[in-house]
């Protein structure tokens, strides 16, 4: 009684190691556009007698400076020596019908198809979004997935297993290529966003406790708080000179700006001077592209007290994809009143 007590335990602790899905590197945050690498696959693994899975994180950031033409290639699995594709994961965005859809293309040991799993528009863009692959050889079944912690799981099982050879090759981000289950060639661009790299679990079926790779993720997300000045103490502004700086991306971006400004007298009648302008596009100067104008500050000074103010503009979408937007009266807020005649020249 006491072995099998003590056997029982060594099971459970295994199982608990093996849940929680393990990357290939010990930075998970993929650090470049693209990255692939080989996997030597145990003989159990090839011959079928060992469950395993795959799986990758992604984040969309849609003004990230991509063209958005295609569908977006995230992740691939493919043997190594006869480049046969088992899976290609894709992210595709209809503009019109306000629709984000993922494609999984899989080739199994009989036949090539391709899954659908469609997304929620308001719960996708700047989230981090779990994709994972488990084969059950045992039930001869591929099980895909989606996890959004905003939202309900996804899942889908194919009743369907790949085969595979010695050396496996997974591929992340970059431009990629395929031909799919009709024989078309499919081209895709590089995802707008960011990727980690790839996981594998081993033996135990991440649908029985995925909050445990979740979890493994999510310790390497924290709030990192950063500190910039971004002008000079006392800065002088004589009205034809800007101050540019480029700060850091962040994974939770909160942003806080305060500072002085005072103003010289003038004898002009009236006056539009800008304060702070931030955007998340290169051109600093439009107002042609959604981020172009992330926040406008301006301050009005005019010799009709009711005149004098402040506008602030910004933006705002339905729908996560850059396109052409000029700034709506919905998008800006302004006070103007007496109270601000002589706000920022005593």
């Keep these: 009684m006491i072995f099998v007590l003590k056997f029982f335990l060594i099971e459970l602790l295994v199982k608990q190691v093996d849940c929680e899905c393990n990357f290939f590197s010990q930075q998970p945050i993929l650090q470049s556009p693209k990255a692939q690498f080989e996997e030597q696959l145990s003989d159990d693994q090839i011959l079928q007698k060992a469950n395993f899975g795959y799986g990758i994180w992604m984040k969309y950031q849609p003004f990230r400076d991509i063209d958005d033409l295609r569908g977006q290639f995230i992740y691939s699995i493919e043997q190594r020596e006869s480049q046969q594709k088992i899976v290609v994961v894709s992210v595709y965005f209809d503009d019109e019908k306000e629709v984000i859809q993922y494609q999984i293309f899989f080739s199994s040991q009989s036949k090539q198809q391709i899954l659908y799993f469609s997304q929620n528009p308001d719960l996708y863009e700047g989230l981090w979004i779990m994709f994972f692959f488990y084969i059950d050889f045992n039930q001869k079944i591929s099980n895909f997935g989606f996890q959004n912690p905003q939202a309900l799981q996804q899942i889908q099982v194919v009743k369907e297993i790949p085969l595979f050879g010695q050396t496996i090759k997974h591929i992340q981000g970059g431009l990629y290529q395929y031909t799919n289950n009709e024989q078309t060639l499919v081209i895709l661009d590089q995802f707008k966003g ?153």
């Design 194 to 346: 960011q990727l980690s790299y790839a996981f594998t679990l081993i033996q135990e079926n991440i649908f029985e406790d995925i909050n445990l790779c979740i979890k493994k993720f999510m310790m390497y997300m924290y709030c990192q708080e950063f500190y910039q000045v971004l002008t000079n103490w006392n800065q002088q502004m004589n009205g034809n000179n800007c101050v540019y700086q480029t700060i850091i991306e962040l994974d939770d971006p909160k942003y806080v700006i305060h500072g002085w400004i005072i103003l010289n007298l003038t004898n002009q009648s009236n006056l539009e001077t800008l304060i702070f302008r931030i955007t998340i596009n290169n051109d600093y100067n439009d107002d042609l592209y959604l981020g172009d104008r992330v926040a406008l500050l301006k301050y009005y000074q005019s010799n009709i007290p009711a005149e004098n103010g402040f506008e602030l503009s910004t933006y705002s979408y339905q729908f996560p994809v850059k396109k052409q937007h000029q700034t709506q009266n919905d998008d800006k807020i302004a006070d103007y009143g007496d109270q601000y005649s002589e706000l920022f020249i005593q």
